[in-house]
């Protein structure tokens, strides 16, 4: 189809030309920054979870549905807004996910309860699954396979994980010289400029116009619907007990759920996910990657803060500043990452990647009560930052490999949702088994100090443990010889995702 424009090829839209022509660059930066706001959610308000447990009353298990209540909107509709990009058009999408981000975060601002807070979160969450999709589809659609591409993905890499690594620095600024809710209202000028930005800037595409407005409405809501269960019964086993009605009813839940999403993806017209996608090898193993990834490392800056404010009684602005160090790592690892795929395909970097995640955690879980921290959270923060720099271009490169344009927002989608459904489910199942173990220790007759920094150090064991996995895992990924366009898919796994 080279030379000319087919149904399933991205075009602009007749009319939906950018208003101020300006150079790709800019358009970047504008992508960057709305993946930047998404990703900053993540994790600012980890260090302000103190302040807002003090002023709302939450529970300490209730306090993690802040964070999850995000996460879990996110990932689950992540699908959904990828596919909606590709029908209804990238930049429509990406208006529309900045609107939605800008008023759920000044509703957070604004929440004197505890639902009030964790329901804007989720609304919040749902405009990121709107927004994501959006920055990286424009980005694929704009840089072809190769070098451009793995450097344009290493751009919007190393800005979205400064994002998701300065969060905890600027929550710990602002909640330290503010209050907690300027860790939201923070975002409303910001998204506003680059809404009003990417109105003028971005020019509209489509991904196959023969679908337009045929959406798996059901698939979108079984996968979230299950998502939310499974996260919901892990997070009570704590207080109700892994075998108690509660949880074993959530399971039971979400696994039906699960199963018939997977069951309507097979049999609708036009899926949310065809399943045709996870022939590939690459893809699969990519997911997997991003899978693991997100379950180990998104629990981490929830520990660490807890510990730095409740074991060691630093401020607000002290924890921020020791994350620093993974802000810069993360970068740096980022860019290291978009120089080395296009020499040495992505494959030893997303084996490399989960592997140094791990070293990184299995150091953070000597973590005592005395300990310096240094040596014992900032330099091994550091590391497990730098691996994971490493490993998210590496991913991004890997899951869109040969896939056709008109697909590009779907996938882009999927990898997204990988991540951040790991991340949901790592929090919760880490935080379970680091509440638990330090209950644990306090029934053995231990301080509280004692017994709370010996459940982080369990919880960041336990992450350690998937990171391995995980690494081992992306030997999945194909092994790919270079060549002038790059690193191609093997001929089977083109004839399968073309099937």
């Known amino acids: 189809m080279q030379g000319k424009r087919g149904e399933g090829d991205v075009i602009a839209a007749m009319g939906r030309g950018p208003r101020v022509r300006v150079a790709p660059g800019v358009v970047l930066l504008l992508v960057c920054l709305g993946q930047f706001l998404v990703l900053l959610d993540v994790s600012v308000v980890n260090v302000a979870l103190p302040s807002i ?22 990932s689950g ?12 058009g990238r930049r429509r999408l990406l208006l529309l996910g900045l609107g939605l ?49 793995a450097r344009a993905l290493g751009v919007w890499s190393a800005v979205a994980a400064a994002g998701g690594a300065s969060g905890a620095l600027l929550g710990g600024v602002i909640t ?17 400029v680059v809404l009003v930005l990417s109105a003028l800037t971005v020019a509209e595409t489509y991904g196959d116009r023969r679908s337009r407005r ?68 690459s893809i699969s193993g990519a997911n997997l990657v991003s899978l693991g990834v997100g379950a180990a490392v ?10 730095l404010q409740t074991v060691r009684g ?34 030893p970097l997303l084996v490399g990647g989960p592997l140094l995640i791990g070293a990184g955690l299995l150091w953070l879980a000597q973590i005592r009560v005395g300990a310096g921290i240094p040596a014992s959270v900032i330099v091994p923060g550091a590391l497990l930052a730098l691996g994971a720099g490493l490993a998210f271009p590496a991913i991004t490169v890997a899951a869109t490999r040969g896939v056709p344009r ?53 919880g960041f064991a336990a992450g350690a443990a998937v990171a391995v996995v995980t690494g081992l895992l992306a030997l999945i990924v194909p092994s790919q010889r270079r060549s002038r366009r790059g690193w191609p898919l093997p001929e089977r796994e083109e004839e399968a995702l073309a099937a």
């Open 53 to 74: 447990r003090a002023d709302l009353g939450f529970t300490p298990s209730g306090l993690e549905w802040v964070v999850n209540a995000y996460t879990l909107a996110f």
């Open 77 to 88: 509709f992540l699908l959904f807004g990828g596919r909606a990009a590709d029908i209804f």
């Open 101 to 149: 981000f800008l008023l759920a975060s000044l509703a957070d601002g604004l929440a004197s309860t505890q639902w009030e807070l964790v329901s804007a979160r989720a609304l919040q969450g749902l405009g990121g699954a709107v927004l994501t999709p959006a920055t990286l589809t424009i980005l694929l659609v704009t840089h072809p396979e190769g070098r451009s591409r």
């Open 176 to 192: 330290q010289f503010l209050t907690w809710r300027w860790i939201f209202f923070i975002n409303v000028p910001i998204a506003l």
């Open 214 to 281: 045929q959406l798996d409405v059901g698939g979108a809501l079984s996968v979230t619907a299950g998502l939310v269960a499974i996260t919901w019964g892990i997070a009570r086993s704590q207080d109700a007990g892994w075998g108690s009605a509660e949880v074993l009813t959530a399971f039971g839940v979400g696994l039906a759920l699960l199963a018939l999403f997977v069951v309507l993806e097979g049999r609708v017209a036009h899926p949310l996910v065809p399943l045709r996608l996870f022939a590939s090898r």
């Open 298 to 307: 998104f629990s981490v800056w929830y520990f660490q803060t807890l510990y």
């Open 314 to 347: 630093l401020t607000p602005l002290e924890a921020g500043l020791t994350f620093l160090p993974q802000t810069l790592a993360i970068m740096a690892g980022a860019q290291i990452s978009a120089r080395l795929i296009p020499r040495i395909g992505p494959r």
């Open 406 to 458: 008109a697909e590009a927002g779907l996938v882009s989608g999927v990898v997204n949702t990988s991540r951040q459904v790991g991340g949901s489910l790592g929090l919760a199942a880490l935080v379970t088994l680091a509440s638990g173990h330090a209950a644990t220790l306090e029934a053995a007759g231990h301080g509280a100090p004692l017994a709370l920094t010996g459940g982080f150090g369990f």
